[in-house]
């Protein structure tokens, strides 16, 4: 089983607050990732992380800020949540190397009324 | 186009029968490639890894042809519990993954 942790694992919150989705592994991967997963639909990368002090935006990422102060933990905020933010996110990370795969997280479940 | 491509099936299968799902990808220089199995309202983990020369793991077998930029599954003797969607997922030359919509598997007793 992967060590990566998401937090929290169900979240229902009104429109325009603030969230922070956590996200935490122990296994010293250098690369995290955040998706984004409606129902019956592929993953949509939403930002990704190489290392401490590194994040890159992926398709979904205009709505949406994260950190990455510590190798284990790679936050991710919504400044002011929709009912378009209504989803699941995924956490991943994977150490360095062509062949290396992704583990995942639990996800957290968010549901904007 | 997409950057991975798969057929969302379902897939309703007896159990014991063999399923093929395959899968395309658009970027020719992709660089890894991996089934990931998905249960429903959980998250992706990964199945196999797909390497050039094909390669088994007891009841399931992978293949790459990367000169038709094609990624085959094939599940022999379906259990019960194979029931998920099969997730084809394909990294690009960065550190970018790339996730099919899945292909759905029911196998029926």
Known sequence: ?113 | RKEVEQDPGPFNVPEGATVAFNCTYSNSASQSFFWYRQDCRKEPKLLMSVYSSGNEDGRFTAQLNRASQYISLLIRDSKLSDSATYLCVVRDTGNQFYFGTGTSLTVIP
């Open chain 1, 1 to 113: 089983e992967a060590d990566i942790y998401q937090t929290p694992r169900y979240l229902v919150i009104g429109t325009g607050k603030k969230i922070t989705l956590e996200c935490s592994q122990t296994m010293g991967h250098d690369k995290m990732y955040w998706y984004q997963q409606d129902p019956g639909m592929e993953l949509h990368l939403i930002h990704y992380s190489y290392g401490v002090n590194s994040t890159e935006k992926g398709d979904l990422s205009s709505e949406s800020t994260v950190s990455r102060i510590r190798t284990e933990h790679f936050p991710l905020t919504l400044e002011s949540a929709r009912p378009s933010h209504t989803s699941q996110y995924l956490c991943a990370s994977r150490i360095a190397g062509v062949g290396e795969t992704q583990y995942f997280g639990p996800g957290t479940r968010l549901l904007v009324l």
